[in-house]
């Protein structure tokens, strides 16, 4: 059973000075493969027999209006990034997919009415402490920790022992969206975050035990 779950907006972002109320920010589908180097998934166990533990799907990148204020970010109804610019305008991240399945033939900026904005990170089930890692968010069941020795964002199960990460990413999180199907072990993940100075959002698709 499918379920969309509402993220907290994890950062603040600022850019540069607001940009005039008509403008704004352009997105553009880049190469997945560009981010090999970014994303890397965990093993699977041996019992799975030859699947990936993930993939990555799609990749957009956002432009803000030259001279703009990122205010904050978060992912609503799982899939959906949104920002609030500082002159309070919203935009989300339009992305339209190819019939049935999540690859995307086009994305784009649209202006929205602002959504709520929660004051802090909501985690529906306690977070494991993992040693090294610092709890960052939670989304459906996945939890998203920071590395502190080695500055990346680590995705685990939230009930999950073993000590390998689902998915490791070199990126600064601003904000996560999860779309669960339990009863087929494929998970969405969509991560919104600063990769190498620029803006991205990435679609992944993983390989999760939910039992």
Not at 21 to 47: C, K, M, Q, W, Y
Not at 87 to 116: L, Q, T
Not at 148 to 171: G, N, S, Y
Request: contains cysteine; charged residues 20%.
């Amino acid at each position: 059973m499918w379920r969309t779950v509402i993220l907290a907006s994890l950062a603040l972002l600022t850019i540069a000075a607001d940009a005039p109320a008509g403008e704004a920010p352009t997105a553009n589908l880049v190469d997945p493969h560009s981010l090999e180097r970014v994303i890397r998934f965990g093993s699977l166990p041996p019992s799975v027999g030859g699947k990936a533990r993930g993939a990555v799907v799609w990749r957009a990148d956002i432009t803000l209006p030259r001279g703009t204020h990122l205010d904050r970010a978060q992912v609503i109804y799982s899939k959906t990034p949104v920002l609030r610019l500082r002159n309070g305008r919203c935009f989300k991240i339009a992305i339209e997919y190819n019939d049935w399945n999540y690859h995307p033939k086009g994305v784009k900026a649209e202006a929205m009415s602002c959504p709520d904005w929660p004051s802090e990170t909501i985690a529906h089930d306690p977070p494991t402490k993992r040693r090294g890692l610092k709890f960052v968010t939670q989304a459906w069941d996945i939890d998203a920790y920071l590395d502190q020795h080695a500055h990346d964002i680590a995705l685990f199960h939230t009930h999950q022992k073993t000590t390998e990460p689902l998915v490791r990413a070199t990126m600064r999180l601003l904000a996560l969206g999860v779309m669960a199907c339990p009863d087929c072990g494929s998970t969405d993940i969509v991560m919104m975050g600063m990769i190498d100075h620029r803006l991205t959002v990435i679609g992944l698709e993983v390989n999760v035990d939910h039992s």
